[in-house]
């Protein structure tokens, strides 16, 4: 009887992956005007970031927090340094994925239209 649910099992995850083998090779491959509109919506998306990164930066540096408790004055100073940390964080995520896509794209404009042996 546990025969008989093993191969029910065995045969479900054979068809699963032959299923996803077919779609996977009938998937259309992403041509180098994906890799530029790519490339130009993160780039856009970093200097978004910059521009906020630095207001953040320039408000912070003017509207320094003056509070008579240590803890508190510790508290916002923690606080300061998230936020600007997440914004740079964020400029620098976009810019590198920004450069890479503008690399693949150049690749992809000299790439052979052969498939791949793999």
Known sequence: MSDSKNSSFETADAGSATTSLADTAATPRKGPLSFLSGAITSGLFAWLCLILSQKTVTYFALHSPNYSSAIAQSIASGFKTLVIGMCFLATFSFAFIGFGLTLVFI????????????
């Open 107 to 118: 690749r992809s404009l000299f790439a052979s239209k052969e498939p791949d042996a793999a």
